[in-house]
């Protein structure tokens, strides 16, 4: 009988589904104080330089145990993915470049409110997938499916809803994987 092991196939998504479970439990310790402080971008003084810091580590934050499996699942599901089709160190440059560009879109645009989760990072695996089996010159019917349900759901969320769910990250998220979709055909790992 063949022995069975069990493997880390994914790095950097497991990594990254671990520090948000360990912002979440430290979360819970201190009363939120460290997602406030650490986990969450809100308009701070540029003089603070933990308002940089928050500019990335944001995606690891959550509001509580829904948000962070409603996040984590649908990246566990899609990340390897991603992950196995452009490697490891492309997939943490796709991360934290969202996660900087979501930042900054919500510290700019929207100074009023604060935002924390992975979801914007989410997105951009979910679209970034729709390129896994594409080849230059071609657009795969999956990923304008994607966009259409997935990025134009967001967009109409965001005219109608009135809820605490940012979609504009999630706009923001998909167009990032758009882009690196884009850019990065033809290249494998």
Known sequence: ??????????????????????????????????????FCVYHS???DPL??????????????????????LLLLLVGPAVEERYGSRATVWFILATALITGLVQYVFFPASALLGASGVVFMMIVLSSFTESKKGTIPVTLILVVIFY?????????????NVSQITHVVGGVCGLIFGFTSRGRKK
Request: glycine residues 12%; charged residues 10%.
């Open 151 to 163: 990025l134009g759901g967001e967009i109409l969320d965001g005219l109608t809803a009135h809820d």
């Open 45 to 47: 003084p540029l003089s």
């Open 51 to 72: 308002t940089y810091l928050r500019f990335f580590t944001h995606v690891l934050g959550h509001s509580g145990y829904s948000h962070y499996m409603g996040n984590m």
């Open 1 to 38: 009988m063949k022995k069975i092991t069990i493997r880390f196939n994914a790095p950097v998504v497991l990594t990254f589904a671990l520090l948000s479970l360990a912002a979440l439990l430290l979360d819970g310790f201190t009363g939120g104080a460290t997602t406030s402080r650490y």
